[in-house]
């Protein structure tokens, strides 16, 4: 699973859930991914870089206003 699909899922689970729900990342995307031994440093860089998203802290995240847009809209 390359970076934009994980990007995507994780936007897939903010979907329906209300503005300004935190997720943990880096478990989500081992979740998302299906491997607990995942190193996700390079999708966490790709995920902030994507602009969807805020970072709270180093492992927690919320949807920017573009990312929840996005996400909403997705079918």
Request: aromatic share 12%; net charge negative; glycine share 6%.
């Given at each position: 699973?390359?970076?934009e699909?994980i990007?995507?899922?994780?936007?897939?689970?903010?979907?329906?859930?209300?503005?300004g729900a935190?997720?943990?990342?880096?478990e989500?995307?081992?979740?998302?991914?299906?491997?607990?031994?995942?190193?996700?440093?390079?999708?966490?860089?790709?995920?902030?870089?994507?602009?969807?998203?805020?970072?709270?802290?180093?492992?927690v995240?919320?949807?920017?206003?573009?990312?929840?847009?996005?996400?909403?809209r997705?079918?």
């Open positions: 699973m390359n970076n699909e990007t995507h899922e994780l936007l897939l689970k903010f979907k329906g859930i209300k503005m935190k997720i943990p990342l880096a989500q995307i081992k979740d998302i991914v299906g491997d607990p031994k995942f190193d996700t440093t390079e999708a966490i860089q790709y995920i902030e870089d994507s602009g969807y998203f805020v970072f709270l802290n180093s492992n995240v919320t949807l920017s206003d573009d990312g929840f847009e996005y996400a909403n997705m079918h």
